[in-house]
Nanobody, 113 residues
């Protein structure tokens, strides 16, 4: 069993930056072995993939964020990060951390225009 807790969401102006973090607890031996991902969800829309990082450190980002967001992990701290730069109003969503099949509770990000 793994618990995931996200931090770092908030209100930011367009063009600004935020850094999200997700800390894992519980059976953290799993943390270093698997891919970690960030998803986001807007009310009325399907939850969408944002970024993922494998245990080897290989990253994948969605086309909508790949030039602006960076995902990284610190296995020693059981933490995955999402650095978000040049934020746009359309980035506003609740951001969720995922270590399959576990999800965090989400952290809201609001980008004002």
């Amino acid at each position: 069993q793994v618990q995931l807790v996200e931090h770092g969401g908030g209100l930011v102006q367009a063009g600004g930056s935020l850094r999200l973090s997700c800390v894992a607890s519980g059976d953290v031996i799993i943390f270093s072995r698997y891919t970690l991902s960030w998803f986001r969800e807007v009310p009325g829309k399907q939850r969408e993939f944002v970024a993922g990082i494998t245990r080897a450190g290989t990253t994948t980002l969605s086309d909508s964020v790949k030039d602006r967001f960076t995902i990284s992990r610190d296995n020693a701290k059981n933490t995955v990060y999402l650095e978000m730069n040049s934020l746009k109003p359309e980035d506003s969503a609740v951001y969720y951390c995922n270590l399959y099949p576990y999800w965090g509770q989400g952290t809201p990000v609001t980008v004002s225009s």
